[in-house]
């Protein structure tokens, strides 16, 4: 079981950037495939991106792609999701999210522990 923290949300105007951050307990982080998600009010949680186990493969939803850019570095047991050009629409809570797997998933259903959130709001 992995513990996951996430930190770095915030208030920010369209156009803007935020990094989040997502610190992981545990001596086996880098043998987790890691992956963010997001839940607007009234609205499912849906797949962000997610990054393989070294962090030499990455995937992102289409909704974000050439926007946002996840990262890891495992000496920290930390993930990131550096989000730029920020639109109204990327309001939500975000959850990171980890996956004892050897393959990238982009399913809720595929990862096993998660995060609190943390809550971004961009405004118009």
């Known amino acids: 079981q992995v513990q996951l923290v996430e930190s770095g949300g915030g208030l920010v105007q369209a156009g803007g950037s935020l990094r989040l951050s997502c610190a992981a307990s545990?001596?086996?982080?880098?043998?987790?495939?890691m992956g963010w998600f997001r839940q607007a009010p009234g609205k499912e949680r849906e797949f962000v991106a997610a990054?393989?186990?070294?962090?030499?493969?990455?995937y992102v939803a289409d909704s974000v792609k050439g926007r946002f850019t996840i990262s890891r570095d495992n000496a920290k047991n930390t993930v990131y999701l550096q989000m730029d050009s920020l639109k109204p629409e990327d309001t939500a809570v975000y959850y990171c999210?980890?996956?004892?797997?050897?393959?990238?998933?982009?399913?809720?259903?595929?990862?096993?522990?998660w995060g609190q959130g943390t809550q971004v709001t961009v405004s118009s």
């Open positions: 545990g001596r086996t982080f880098s043998r987790y495939i």
């Open positions: 990054i393989s186990r070294s962090g030499d493969s990455t």
């Open positions: 999210a980890s996956a004892w797997s050897t393959i990238i998933h982009t399913t809720t259903s595929q990862y096993e522990d």
